[in-house]
């Protein structure tokens, strides 16, 4: 049986989506990488850009002037950084690079699911005037890295985290990089 997911506790300016079963996930795939991530109910896939997969919450239920919440799956070529510690040090160093005044809550080593041995990073920080929560999991494999960035609003990260944590229980890393960027 598959537990049963409740939007409550989400902030004023959120309308709540529809309670949801975590088996009303859809696996969202990248043919090119092969990464996959659940896509939650009602949530929209948009174009990823460099990125292998972008998921938001549908922006017709936010009310104006609300951080979307997204989901976004990057799968990159290990670029000198000594495995999954070396890429740990980078992205930590260059979250606090992007964002001045970021807050690194937590880092800690993660196993995946499939078994991927990974890493997670919760920080806070601010852009474009919204306060923003990112939980960040990477793993590496062979050459590629494979993350999952899933953001938020502050006020809605504790409403949000079942959500964003059923939707990891379909993750698979890239295991291959596109054509165009290899």
Not at 48 to 59: K, V
Not at 152 to 170: E, I, Q
């Amino acid at each position: 049986m598959s537990e049963r997911v409740e939007p409550d506790g989400v902030p004023a300016g959120v309308r709540v989506l529809a309670p949801f079963e975590e088996s009303d996930l859809r696996v969202a795939r990248d043919l090119a990488t092969g990464a996959a991530i659940g896509q939650p109910p009602e949530w929209v896939r948009l174009d990823p850009g460099d990125a292998a997969i972008a998921l938001a919450w549908p922006e017709e239920t936010l009310d104006p002037g609300q951080f979307r919440p997204n989901i976004v799956v990057t799968v990159e070529r290990l670029d000198g950084s000594a495995a999954l510690g070396g890429y740990t040090r980078a992205f930590t160093e260059g979250l606090l690079a992007e964002f001045p005044g970021a807050h690194v809550l937590s880092v800690e080593p993660v196993t995946l699911h499939g078994g991927h041995e990974g890493c997670r990073l919760v920080a806070a920080y601010r852009s474009s005037g919204f306060a923003v929560t990112l939980t960040q999991y990477w793993t590496v494999t062979e050459d590629i890295v494979t993350s999952v960035g899933q953001s938020c609003a502050v006020d809605a990260f504790d409403a949000l985290a079942g959500l964003f944590g059923a939707s990891m229980k379909h993750f698979s890393p890239g295991i291959r990089m596109p054509i165009e960027r290899q």
